[in-house]
T-cell receptor, first 109, second 111 residues
């Protein structure tokens, strides 16, 4: 199956800083999603982005499908951005997502 | 619109007991997923339903686990008998086309 590698595993920021999270895939994916798991455990879908670039407020994501990676950008980070960010990808059977181990982001005031 | 609803939110049980987790997907969604999250194994897909039909149950750990979706508004995940290694957070998610929306999860502790 597809292997999903996320980096960095941990990231500590001061409020207001920018950051880039990366996700690499071992094979081509046609379904790629980014999620945020907040400190209370809730998983929130951030982006469905199998290719191209999308933006939602301070968050944006870019997927370069031909090179099998995706980036999540967080600008002007806030303490509420803390939590674990997961990327997940699926190949031929579009529904089946394989999750990475996540990036634990801590934003300090 | 209400999101995915799961119950109970927390369950503590003793080894050997039957556990039933419940999920109500977002209205109109035709796909439903059950995931399990543990520190050791991360997030794993257990089973996937499409239009109430189980399509892929290859992630179900063993015969002690079973899942049903009797209608478009309700699904259950049952563990019988439960074991301590089943302790985890169980998530239900639903989707219409591609984006998956997760419920709040059920934290299961088997003593």
């Amino acid at each position: 199956g597809i292997q999903v590698e996320q980096s960095p595993p941990d990231l500590i920021l001061q409020e207001g800083a920018n950051s880039t999270l990366r996700c690499n895939f071992s094979d081509s994916v046609n379904n790629l999603q980014w999620f945020h798991q907040n400190p209370w455990g809730q998983l929130i879908n951030l982006f469905y982005i199998p290719s191209g670039t999308k933006q939602n407020g301070r968050l944006s994501a870019t997927t370069v499908a031909t090179e099998r990676y995706s980036l999540l950008y967080i600008s002007s980070s806030q303490t509420t951005d803390s939590g674990v960010y997961f990327c997940a990808g699926g190949g031929g059977s579009n529904y089946k997502l394989t999750f990475g181990k996540g990036t634990l982001l801590t934003v300090n005031p | 619109d209400a999101g995915v609803i799961q119950s109970p939110r927390h369950e503590v049980t003793e080894m050997g007991q039957e556990v039933t987790l419940r999920c109500k997907p977002i209205s109109g969604h035709n796909s439903l997923f059950w995931y399990r999250q543990t520190m050791m194994r991360g997030l794993e897909l257990l089973i996937y339903f499409n239009n109430n039909v189980p399509i892929d149950d290859s992630g179900m750990p063993e015969d002690r686990f079973s899942a049903k979706m009797p209608n478009a508004s309700f699904s259950t995940l049952k563990i019988q008998p439960s074991e301590p290694r089943d302790s985890a957070v169980y998530f239900c998610a639903s989707s219409l086309i591609d984006t998956q929306y997760f419920g709040p999860g059920t934290r299961l502790t088997v003593l």
